[in-house]
C-alpha cells in the first residue's frame, strides 16, 4: 500500500484542474470520467510533467512537489513508470533498445540492481511495507520484465513494425524496468479494438499483480474500470466527483450523469471454475453461471460488469431458453425512470443486479418488491476481472 | 591556362568547416529554445534569425563593417583582446559568414526539433534521463536529417558568399581572397581560364554535396514519432 497525497491547481486556457486528495494505492485504481475532465492532466502533474502545476504531490514519505516550499522534484527523479497513451516509443531503437533505454538510466540512478527500494533504503526511505504485500513479486529485472510481457520475439524489431498491442506491451515492459515505485498508465487500451483489448488486459494485471507496483490507470470506459481495477477515482470538470470502491461507486445513482446513465448496471464477485469447450463456470455466491471462455484459471476472482439492459427477470424458472443463466434472487426495489422503463434492484445471495425492463412488463407480471424471481442474464454481458 | 590555384580553394573549405563548426555550437541552443519556448518573443527573435535571408548581402556587410571594425563596439573589444583587427581577417570572416548563414543552419534545426515534438522527451524524462541525456540520446538522433541539412545548407551557404565578404573581408591571399573573390578578380582582370577552373569546381562540388545529402536523407529512415 502507497499513500499518494494529491493537493494541485492547474490553469490551462479554460481548463481548470483542482485536485485534493489522499489516494490508497493498492493494486490497480482507476481514473475514470468523461473526456475534458482532466483524467489526463492529473496524471501529467503526478508524473512531473505539468510545470504550471502548483500545490504539493507526495508518494508515500516521498515530497515531490510543493510549490510553496519550493520543492519541483524533476519527472527523471520521481521513480515513477509512465505509459501513454501513443505509448511514445523511440523510433530511432529497437525493442531492445527501448528497453535498456529504461534498464540502463534505472541502474546508474539506483546504483544497484532496478529493485534498489527493496532492499530497504540507505537513504532510510520507508519500503518495509511493499514486501510485506507482494513477498513473492519477482525484481524488475530485464529477463523478468520480458518473460512477464512476453517481448522475447519482439526485441530486435523497430517501433514502426509492431501492432498496437505489441506496442503498448513494449511501452510498458520500459516503464516497469525503471523498477516504478507507481505506475501511471494513461488510457492504453484506447487505440485497440475490442479483440487486441482482451489480450493486453492479463499484461496490465501483472504489472500490479506479479510485480507488485500500484497503477494508477487512466480510461474513460467503464469496462475497463469494472474489469480491471479494485478501487476508482471518478473526475469530472478539473474536480474529484468521487472515489472509493468500484463497485459501489458505479451502483452511486447521483453520479450517473458522469458515469454514464446508459452504462447503468452492477458488479458482482465470483470465483472462476473450469474452462470446457471455450465456456467458463463461474460461482456467484453458490450460484453457477456460464459465460465464454475468460481466460483465467480456476479459483480466480473476478469481477463481473453486468449491465442493466442485458438483465431480465422471470417469476419461473425458465425451461427451454437461449438464455442459459437464470440465478434466483429477490427483486429489492422498484425504480421508476424515464418512461416507458423502470430499472429493478435485486439481490443475489447479498449481491446486487439491475435490471432495466418496461413499466408494461412489470405490471404484466405484477411484480413487487420482496418478491423472489429469476434474473436472466445473457451470457455475452460478462466482464471479468482478476484479482491480486 | 597556368596552375590550379589552391589557396582561395583551401580557405574557403576551411572558413566553411569552422562557419559550420560555430553554427552549430550557437545555433543548436538558440534553435531548441525556438522549438520549445512559449515566449512573446519568439516572433522577434525568429525575424532577426531570418533577416539575413532577405537583406543585400552588402547591406549586412555595411553594418558587420561598422561593427567589427577597430572603432565599433565588437571591434573595438576584439583589439583589447587580442590586439588584432577584426575586419580585414579570416576571424572576421568567420563571424561574418556565421551571421550571414544563420537562418541556413537554425531553421532547419528548429523544424527538426519541432517535428520531434515533446513527446519523446516527455517520455524519455519518465524513463530517468536527465536533459542533456534526452537531447544526445533521443532529441538529436530524431532530428538528423534536420542537423544534416543544417550542415551542408550552412557549409555550401559559406563556400558561395561573396558580397559580405567582399566588404568584411576584401581579398587579402592567405587571410580572406575565397574562391568566390578570386573568381571575381579573375575575371575583372580578363583571366577567363583561373575563372573557369574554380567557378566549375565550386559547380561540381555543389552539386555533389548536394546530391550525397539527399540521397542519405532518402536512405535514413524517417522516424514517425
Known amino acids: 500500500m502507497s499513500t499518494l497525497a494529491i493537493d494541485i491547481r492547474l490553469a490551462r486556457g479554460d481548463f481548470r484542474l483542482r485536485f485534493d486528495a489522499e489516494?490508497?494505492?493498492?493494486?490497480?485504481?482507476?481514473?475514470?470520467?468523461?473526456?475534458?475532465a482532466g483524467k489526463t492532466s492529473l496524471l501529467r502533474v503526478i508524473a512531473g510533467l505539468e510545470k504550471e502545476a502548483e500545490g504539493r504531490v507526495a508518494l508515500g514519505g516521498e515530497l515531490w512537489q510543493d510549490t510553496d516550499g519550493n520543492v519541483m522534484v524533476p519527472a527523471h527523479a520521481r521513480h515513477l513508470g509512465f505509459?501513454?497513451?501513443?505509448?511514445?516509443?523511440?523510433?530511432?531503437?529497437s525493442v531492445e533498445g527501448n528497453l535498456l533505454f529504461a534498464a540502463e538510466r534505472a541502474r546508474r540512478r539506483n546504483g544497484v540492481g532496478a529493485g534498489w527500494w527493496r532492499a530497504g533504503g540507505a537513504d532510510g526511505r520507508e519500503v518495509g511495507a511493499r514486501e510485506t504485500n507482494a513477498p513473492t513479486a519477482p525484481e524488475t529485472s530485464l529477463p523478468a520484465v520480458i518473460q512477464a510481457l512476453d517481448l522475447k520475439d519482439l526485441l530486435g524489431r523497430k517501433p514502426d513494425t509492431l501492432s498496437g498491442g505489441e506496442i503498448q506491451r513494449v511501452a510498458m515492459g520500459r516503464a516497469l524496468l525503471t523498477a516504478p515505485r507507481i505506475m501511471l498508465l494513461d488510457e492504453p487500451l484506447s487505440a485497440l479494438d475490442l479483440r487486441r483489448k482482451a489480450e493486453i488486459i492479463p499484461y496490465v494485471e501483472r504489472l500490479a499483480g506479479d510485480f507488485g507496483v500500484p497503477v494508477l490507470y487512466v480510461t474513460h470506459n467503464v469496462d475497463e474500470v469494472a474489469r480491471l481495477a479494485s478501487s476508482m477515482v471518478l473526475l469530472a470538470e478539473g474536480r474529484l466527483a468521487a472515489m472509493g470502491g468500484v463497485a459501489?461507486?458505479?451502483?452511486?445513482?447521483?453520479?450517473?450523469?458522469?458515469?454514464?446513465?446508459?452504462?447503468?448496471?452492477?458488479?458482482?464477485?465470483?470465483?472462476?471454475?473450469?474452462?470446457?469447450d471455450g465456456m467458463t463456470s463461474l460461482d456467484v455466491a453458490g450460484e453457477t453461471l456460464r459465460v465464454p471462455a475468460i481466460g483465467v484459471s480456476a479459483g480466480t476472482q473476478v469481477h463481473l460488469r453486468v449491465q442493466a439492459r442485458d438483465v431480465a427477470v422471470a417469476c419461473e424458472r425458465p425451461e427451454r431458453l437461449s438464455i442459459r443463466n437464470a440465478l434466483p434472487a429477490t427483486l429489492v426495489s422498484i425504480q421508476f425512470s424515464e418512461a416507458p422503463f423502470v430499472e429493478l434492484l435485486l439481490d443475489v445471495h447479498g449481491q446486487h443486479l439491475r435490471s432495466?425492463?418496461?413499466?408494461?412488463?412489470?405490471?404484466?407480471?405484477?411484480?413487487?418488491?420482496?418478491?423472489?424471481?429469476?434474473?436472466?442474464?445473457?451470457?455475452?454481458?460478462?466482464?471479468?476481472?482478476?484479482?491480486? | 591556362m597556368g596552375a590550379i590555384e589552391l589557396g582561395p580553394v583551401w580557405l574557403s573549405l576551411q572558413l566553411a568547416a569552422v562557419t559550420v563548426v560555430v553554427l552549430l555550437v550557437v545555433g543548436t541552443p538558440l534553435a531548441w529554445w525556438l522549438a520549445f519556448t512559449r515566449s512573446r518573443f519568439k516572433p522577434g527573435v525568429e525575424a532577426l534569425v531570418a533577416v539575413p535571408l532577405v537583406l543585400p548581402p552588402t547591406v549586412l556587410g555595411f553594418y558587420l563593417l561598422i561593427l567589427l571594425g577597430p572603432a565599433g563596439p565588437i571591434g573595438r573589444f576584439w583589439v583589447q583582446l587580442t590586439d588584432t583587427a577584426l575586419t580585414f581577417s579570416f576571424?572576421?570572416?568567420?563571424?561574418?559568414?556565421?551571421?550571414?548563414?544563420?537562418?541556413?543552419?537554425?531553421?532547419?534545426?528548429?523544424?527538426?526539433?519541432?517535428?520531434?515534438?515533446?513527446g519523446p522527451l516527455e517520455a524519455a524524462a519518465t524513463l530517468g534521463a536527465r536533459p542533456l541525456d534526452c537531447f544526445f540520446r533521443v532529441a538529436l538522433p530524431l532530428a538528423t536529417r534536420g542537423v544534416v541539412t543544417a550542415v551542408v545548407l550552412g557549409f555550401a551557404h559559406t563556400l558561395g558568399e561573396f558580397g559580405v565578404?567582399?566588404?568584411?573581408?576584401?581579398?587579402?591571399?592567405?587571410?580572406?581572397?575565397?574562391?568566390?573573390?578570386?573568381?571575381?578578380?579573375?575575371v575583372?582582370?580578363?583571366?577567363?581560364?583561373?575563372?573557369?577552373i574554380l567557378s566549375a569546381g565550386l559547380l561540381v562540388f555543389s552539386f555533389a554535396v548536394l546530391l550525397g545529402v539527399y540521397v542519405f536523407n532518402r536512405r535514413l529512415p524517417v522516424n514517425r514519432v
Do not use: C
Open chain 1, 83 to 93: 505509459v501513454f497513451q501513443d505509448a511514445r516509443l523511440f523510433p530511432h531503437l
Open chain 1, 23 to 36: 489516494l490508497q494505492l493498492e493494486g490497480i485504481t482507476a481514473v475514470f470520467g468523461p473526456s475534458g
Open chain 2, 165 to 186: 565578404v567582399l566588404m568584411v573581408g576584401g581579398n587579402i591571399p592567405g587571410e580572406t581572397r575565397v574562391v568566390s573573390i578570386a573568381i571575381y578578380e579573375h
Open chain 1, 356 to 388: 432495466r425492463v418496461t413499466r408494461e412488463a412489470v405490471e404484466d407480471l405484477g411484480l413487487r418488491e420482496g418478491q423472489p424471481v429469476f434474473a436472466l442474464i445473457k451470457s455475452v454481458a460478462f466482464e471479468g476481472r482478476l484479482l491480486n
Open chain 1, 248 to 276: 459501489e461507486t458505479l451502483e452511486r445513482v447521483e453520479l450517473w450523469p458522469i458515469t454514464g446513465r446508459l452504462e447503468a448496471g452492477s458488479v458482482l464477485e465470483a470465483i472462476a471454475g473450469e474452462t470446457r
Open chain 2, 91 to 118: 576571424q572576421g570572416l568567420v563571424v561574418a559568414s556565421v551571421i550571414y548563414s544563420f537562418p541556413f543552419a537554425v531553421q532547419p534545426l528548429q523544424n527538426a526539433f519541432e517535428n520531434v515534438g515533446r
Open chain 2, 188 to 196: 575583372e582582370t580578363l583571366n577567363y581560364a583561373q575563372a573557369h
